[in-house]
T-cell receptor, first 114, second 114 residues
Framework: DTAVSQTPKYLVTQMGNDKSIKCEQN?????MYWYKQDSKKFLKIMFS???????INETVPNRFSPKSPDKAHLNLHINSLELGDSAVYFC?????????????FGEGSWLTVV | GENVEQHPSTLSVQEGDSAVIKCTYS??????FPWYKQELGKRPQLIID?????GEKKDQRIAVTLNKTAKHFSLHITETQPEDSAVYFC?????????????FGTGTRLTIIP
């Protein structure tokens, strides 16, 4: 009954490869996000989608391409992986409501590029 | 864009004492200020949040204060316990088309000394 689930949890891959991380939320939220946490623990937003529409697109290399087939899914595809892409990638979701837009994070995907 | 500064970066307190973490933000449009706790290897989890129309909020041993004029907000943890040891992130946010554009602080590693 995990609210925000992402796969894979761990991913080790070589430079130059292409990889995808999948995310699904069962909270019924309209909005989903991708965040990146680097080795220094800095958390930065990469993208957000609202009802499958791209809303926030921070300064991210165009090797990163999000795809939202429906509002419950937001996948992240990364082309031509580089060493600097090694990080933890968190998917998240939120819903505008009376309690405010609390953001719920998935468990993270640890990406290591070698 | 928004810039959130967080201090201190590390904090050690004796079990039972209080811990205070401070954040400042730059964008006066920010109106939502959550605090997240991240244990080692886990996802960030919301522990408390405050909206701009409120000056203080308390939930058992944790409290948050907000000074909109000075653009700073603080997390207070009283009667600290070993399980409070974690990295804490403040964030400031404003809503864009239903999406929370969260900007995180750089984190505070809190260690509770038994």
């Amino acid at each position: 009954d995990t609210a925000v689930s992402q796969t894979p949890k761990y991913l080790v891959t070589q430079m130059g490869n292409d990889k995808s991380i999948k995310c699904e939320q069962n909270l019924g939220h309209d909005t989903m996000y991708w965040y990146k946490q680097d080795s220094k623990k800095f958390l930065k937003i990469m993208f957000s989608y609202n009802n499958k529409e791209l809303i926030i697109n921070e300064t991210v290399p165009n090797r990163f391409s999000p795809k939202s087939p429906d509002k419950a899914h937001l996948n992240l595809h990364i082309n031509s992986l580089e060493l600097g892409d090694s990080a933890v990638y968190f998917c998240a979701s939120s819903q505008v409501g009376a309690r405010g837009n609390t953001i719920y994070f998935g468990e993270g995907s640890w990406l290591t590029v070698v | 864009g928004e810039n959130v500064e967080q201090h201190p970066s590390t904090l050690s307190v004796q079990e039972g004492d209080s811990a205070v973490i401070k954040c400042t933000y730059s964008d006066s449009a920010s109106n939502y200020f959550p605090w997240y706790k991240q244990e080692l290897g886990k996802r960030p989890q919301l522990i408390i949040d405050i909206r701009s129309n409120v000056g203080e909020k308390k939930d058992q041993r944790i409290a948050v204060t907000l000074n909109k004029t000075a653009k700073h907000f603080s997390l207070h943890i009283t009667e600290t316990q070993p399980e409070d040891s974690a990295v804490y992130f403040c964030a400031a946010s404003w809503t864009l088309f239903g999406n929370e554009k969260l900007t995180f602080g750089t984190g505070t590693r809190l260690t509770i000394i038994p």
